[in-house]
């Protein structure tokens, strides 16, 4: 179930083989605390990336409120607001199946 946030992630397939992506479960920070989670599966089914193909990905984020408080008052002190995304995308390669962790660490706002 997806909450009203959303995350827009721009990803490549950086290596030299062709990659099945099946989805992926991420946790997003904001000053280094907490404020959501969510998983993402490729609307249609299983996603095609061929080497070098770029794809942008939107996926909705579940709220954790406690976070989200504590960044706003972050904010409102006058702190930094660094975003991150971590978390594993499940993936097939044509020798079998592999969940891969990732993470980014400077995203834009927009």
Do not use: C, K
Not at 38 to 64: K, L, M, N, R
Not at 81 to 104: K, N
């Amino acid at each position: 179930m997806g909450g009203d946030l959303q995350v827009r992630l721009r990803v490549r397939n950086l290596t030299i083989v062709p990659v099945r992506v099946r989805g992926a479960s991420y946790r997003v920070q904001i000053g280094g605390r907490s404020v959501g989670h969510g998983s993402w599966t490729p609307p249609g089914g299983v996603q095609y990336f061929a080497p070098g193909q770029a794809a942008v990905i939107v996926a909705s984020v579940d709220p954790e409120v406690s976070g989200a408080l504590g960044s706003l008052w972050d904010r409102v002190r006058g702190r930094g607001m660094p975003i991150a995304v971590h978390g594993e995308i499940a993936a097939d390669l044509f020798v079998g199946s592999i969940t891969v962790p990732f993470e980014v660490s400077r995203v834009r706002r927009d």
